[in-house]
């Protein structure tokens, strides 16, 4: 399993970071067999796994379910535990549900923007930390691109900046512009994950649902479809009722 110090020294190397979400145990186990470097288990699964509207509506009892199966299924691979909305809204309690998240295998959480006093307590006791920055799903009004103006740009960088300056080891930049998240790449130490967040961060991220052709909704514009697993499913169940249907005739 890589170590967030490993993790690093890919970045010291020039080697850039594979990170892709996954939510099962069967999911985690093909993930872990094809390589990847990290698996995020985003809070993403409330839309993708249990078809919620809003990363909002999933807390941290269905997270640690998934985050457990996940480590079972790739016992090998960096964990990343993302924090659900309201998790870390102090740092006594973003302790707490980080510290369960850690307690069945994650290797790291990760969080959203910077809550006042969060990152600083988890860091002091030992919890290893993905910062999260630029589109902020589980507060953003809307899902436009941000860091497009002076001022959303300066916030972006001097939050990149102080996470940097604290120690953790990895941050995930979404759908922000290419240029400033090739600007942050070049000026922090820890990694940096891109999800549209142009091509020259340390690393790239995608929700595996969108990167397997998992379903039939637009794909977000820095997302690619490697391949088309809904119409393969949908084909699987279509031989499979031709197959009850004919049998003892």
Do not use: W
Not at 85 to 113: H, W
Not at 148 to 177: N, Q, W
Not at 202 to 213: E, K, T
């Amino acid at each position: 399993m890589l170590s967030p110090i490993d993790i690093k020294n890919k970045k010291a190397k020039g080697e850039k970071v594979s990170m892709i979400t996954a939510y099962d145990y069967a999911f985690a186990q093909m993930a872990e067999a094809a390589g990847v470097d990290q698996i995020l288990v985003g809070d993403s699964l409330a839309n993708t796994m249990l078809g919620y509207k809003s990363t909002r509506e999933i807390g941290m009892n269905e997270m640690l379910i998934f985050v457990a199966a996940v480590c079972r299924g790739a016992p090998n691979t960096h964990v990343v535990a993302d924090m659900p909305y309201l998790s870390d809204k102090d740092p006594q309690t973003a302790y707490d549900n980080a510290r369960r998240f850690m307690d069945v295998g994650a290797a790291c959480v990760k969080i959203e923007g910077t809550p006042a006093g969060v990152h600083e307590y988890l860091l002091s006791h030992d919890i290893p930390i993905c910062a999260h920055l630029g589109l902020l799903p589980q507060t953003a009004e809307n899902f436009k691109q941000k860091g497009r103006t002076e001022e959303e740009a300066a916030a972006i960088i001097e939050a990149a900046k102080y996470v940097d300056s604290l120690g953790c080891f990895e941050m995930v930049l979404e759908h922000i512009p290419e240029e400033l998240g090739t600007k942050i790449t070049g000026m922090v130490n820890a990694v940096t994950i891109g999800i549209g967040g142009g091509k020259f961060t340390d690393g790239q991220v995608l929700v595996m649902h969108d990167a397997l052709g998992m379903h039939q909704r637009k794909l977000p514009p820095f997302a690619t479809k490697f391949v088309d697993m809904y119409s393969l499913g949908v084909e699987g169940f279509k031989k499979y009722i031709e197959s009850v249907q004919a049998a003892g005739k």
